[in-house]
């Protein structure tokens, strides 16, 4: 089975996208950044949940929702990018150390992606200058979802 968790934070706001690009864009745009964790495993989804509410979710300033659909309706794109299989994810490493740690989780991870998800907000937002910008080839694998 699979699930997806997105972490958003709940004092976070909708920021100039000028912070993530190094040439000036020619019009203002604005984005929201989440984390996305896909989790591949086998047993209790109740026990995997409480795992993600413990682990990855400070209750205090983060919020958690179901990934699988996008969080903000009107971007114009999202942007949703996250580290090759081969290359080293310390965050990932951690988050799966603390599971080998753990007696009996009743729940099995089989495959864990981590992802940072970029909403794009604005009129005639183009996606390339953020994929050229934000992801390297040599270490991400990336999408761009386009408004529908």
């Keep these: 089975m699979t699930q997806f968790f ?6 976070d706001h909708e920021s100039d996208c000028q912070k993530l690009l190094y040439a000036p864009l020619p019009q203002k745009l604005t984005f929201r950044e989440t984390t996305v964790y896909k989790v591949d495993f086998e047993g209790d989804v109740t026990a995997l949940e409480a795992f993600v509410r413990q682990v990855l979710l400070d209750p205090i300033s983060q919020t958690l929702r179901n990934g699988e659909t996008g969080a903000f309706d009107k971007a114009a794109f999202t942007l949703e990018y996250g580290m090759k299989g081969g290359a080293l994810d310390l965050e990932k490493e951690m ?4 599971y080998r740690a ?9 495959k864990l992606t981590l992802r940072k998800r970029v909403y794009v907000f604005g009129d005639k937002a183009d996606s390339k200058p953020f994929v050229r910008d934000i992801c390297n080839p040599a270490i991400h694998t990336w999408e761009v979802r386009q408004a529908a």
């Design 95 to 98: 988050i799966l150390n603390y």
């Design 102 to 110: 753990l007696e009996n989780p009743d729940f099995e991870i089989t």
């Design 6 to 11: 997105e972490i958003l934070g709940q004092f």
